[in-house]
């Protein structure tokens, strides 16, 4: 039996999950850090961002312009402000979460399917794939919220 089927990872921001799920999307490739990849980027990547809506892609964009974007998912649900999931290029699957509590909005990143996969490649997921983005995420959040006040 397999150590790991599923991760999920949990931070709190002090923004409205309207917000959350902005930044989370439409900001990924501030708050992403490349050079520590938890999407196992294939080559050094200029760019990743997320296409909205159900079958938009999450992709990284190559550093040589002559190179086309790289698919590293694809958008099953998407549901603002309350929801994200795609399916990434391993065919797992990843749901983030955007609820609502006092003084912000708990974001949950589920990761689905590392059964699926080798036992070396789930452990260091679930070890520091989705704990060290959501921690960035978290940590850009915070770092803005500073910023702004």
Do not use: N
Not at 23 to 43: K, N
Not at 95 to 106: L, P
Not at 121 to 130: I, P, T
């Amino acid at each position: 039996m397999k150590a790991f089927a599923a991760v999920r990872s949990t931070v709190t921001v002090p923004i409205a999950p309207a917000r959350a799920f902005d930044v989370f999307t439409g900001e990924i490739d501030t708050w992403y850090r490349r050079g520590s990849s938890a999407l196992h980027a294939a080559a050094p990547s200029a760019g990743l961002r997320i296409e909205p809506g159900v079958g938009g892609r999450l992709v990284e964009v190559p550093c040589d312009p002559a190179e086309p974007p790289r698919e590293r998912g694809r958008i099953t649900a998407w549901d603002p402000p309350a929801r994200l999931v795609f399916v990434d290029h391993r065919d797992t699957e990843v749901e983030v979460r955007f609820e609502a509590i006092d003084g912000g909005t708990r974001v949950t990143l589920e990761h689905r399917g590392l059964d699926r996969l080798p036992d070396e490649v789930a452990a260091r997921l679930a070890r520091y794939g989705w704990q060290r983005l959501a921690g960035w995420f978290e940590s850009y959040v915070h770092t803005r919220s500073e910023e702004s006040s």
